[in-house]
């Protein structure tokens, strides 16, 4: 389930998630939130 966190990010990591999630948006057909691109980036981060 997923849970509502708030955090403050700097502009240059949004910038980079933003840039990620542009990206992904035109590789795919289907939209692309930005809280699924920070969810697969600490995925990733984590293992």
Do not use: H, P, Y
């Not at 697969?40 to 984590?46: D, H, Q, R, S, V």
């Amino acid at each position: 389930m997923a849970e509502r966190i708030t955090i403050m990010l700097n502009s240059d990591i949004a910038k980079k998630l933003r840039n990620l999630q542009a990206k992904k948006l035109r590789e795919s057909a289907s939209s692309v939130s930005f809280s699924r691109i920070i969810n697969e980036i600490l995925e990733k981060g984590l293992k």
